[in-house]
């Protein structure tokens, strides 16, 4: 009789011990992310998104986990709180950087949250960045040059020239016309 109520004992002792690790051993969990992000492209220091992490082990932060994430946020707590034996913190994230879709179309942000305890979970923001009509049109060389015979016959074509705009849709459409019309015809076609 007192064999087993010794056995029940150390397997209770057991059973608590493995719970109270287990729980210990939970890293921070982010809460819901928006799984749609966009923004038009330019500069400003607006608010992206609010996003918060919580856990058991003691008060949560928030960072940036990388450098490039660094350099195009800045990441301000909100609150701390701690509710039963939970601990959450909310951080706003706000741009920092100039967004350009031309170079970059999308922001991979790459978060961290650590706990008092050190335990990390990572998490990835994916801001999508929409087009403005911020580009001028380029020609593809500054000066173009061309020899013609002076008996050339009228409306012979005497020169081709490109212009590109990286912008989409509308902005991203170029139209041609002369400045300066002096000896040159407008019979011009694009
Ligand atoms: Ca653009
Ligand atoms: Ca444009």
């Known amino acids: ?14 059973i608590s011990l493995s719970q109270k690790g287990l729980s210990q051993n939970y890293p921070p969990r ?11 492209e330019g500069c ?15 008060v ?4 940036a986990n990388d450098a490039a994430t660094q350099a195009k946020v800045d990441i301000t707590e909100i609150s701390h709180t701690k509710l039963s034996d939970v601990f959450s913190t ?16 999308t922001w991979y942000l790459q978060l961290l949250a ?10 990835l923001l994916q801001i999508y960045i929409l ?23 009228l409306y012979t074509e005497v020169l081709k ?3 590109n705009d990286p912008d989409n849709g509308i902005g991203g459409v170029v139209k041609y016309s002369l400045v300066a019309q002096g000896q040159v015809s407008n019979n011009y076609s694009s």
């Open 60 to 63: 949560i932060t928030i960072s």
């Open 161 to 163: 020239v490109e212009a």
């Open 90 to 105: 909310t951080v706003k994230i706000t741009q920092k950087a100039c967004m350009d879709r031309e170079t970059e179309p």
């Open 30 to 40: 982010f809460g819901t992310v928006p799984s749609l992000l966009q923004f038009n």
């Open 1 to 14: 009789m007192e064999a087993i109520l010794k056995l029940g004992l150390v397997c209770t002792l057991l």
């Open 131 to 153: 087009d403005v009509n911020d580009e001028h049109p380029l020609f593809t060389s500054k000066l173009f040059q061309i020899t013609e015979f002076e008996n050339a016959s």
């Open 114 to 123: 650590t706990d008092t305890s050190g335990l990390k979970m990572g998490e």
């Open 44 to 58: 400003s220091n607006r608010t992206l998104v609010t996003i918060s992490a919580s856990g058991k082990n003691g």
